[in-house]
């Protein structure tokens, strides 16, 4: 059974950082892509970040530069430090493994991040 448990939200002011963990059970997160994903109660899922197997990175425009995703395979967890942040980085973030942000993939329950301003 797989399973995704993030860690790491909260309330903080703009400006400001947290990082995300997300502790990964039932498939390797050293071969596959993961990514971290996020939804406010407007709009639509977005991606945020994915990693992919080989190391590749892709970052979504509004946060490259601020955040940093990352994984420890011997830990099986994936991260994600964000800096600098904005009030219209609030959003529930999810931890995902697969990185195509469709059901074919494995979620975390999701962590709500209030920034304000």
């Known amino acids: 059974q797989v399973r995704l448990v993030e860690s790491g939200g909260g309330l903080v002011q703009a400006g400001g950082s947290l990082t995300l963990s997300c502790a990964v059970s039932g498939v390797s997160v050293s071969e596959a892509a993961v990514g971290w994903f996020r939804q406010d109660s407007a709009k639509e899922r977005e991606y945020v970040a994915i990693?992919?197997?080989?190391?590749?990175?892709n970052y979504r425009v509004s946060v490259k530069g601020r955040f940093t995703i990352s994984r420890d395979n011997a830990k099986n967890s994936m991260y994600l430090q964000m800096n600098s942040l904005k009030p219209e980085d609030t959003a529930v973030y999810f931890c995902n493994v697969g990185g195509s942000g469709t059901d074919y993939d494995y979620w975390g329950q999701g962590t709500q991040i209030t920034v304000s301003s």
């Open positions: 990693l992919s197997a080989n190391g590749a990175t």
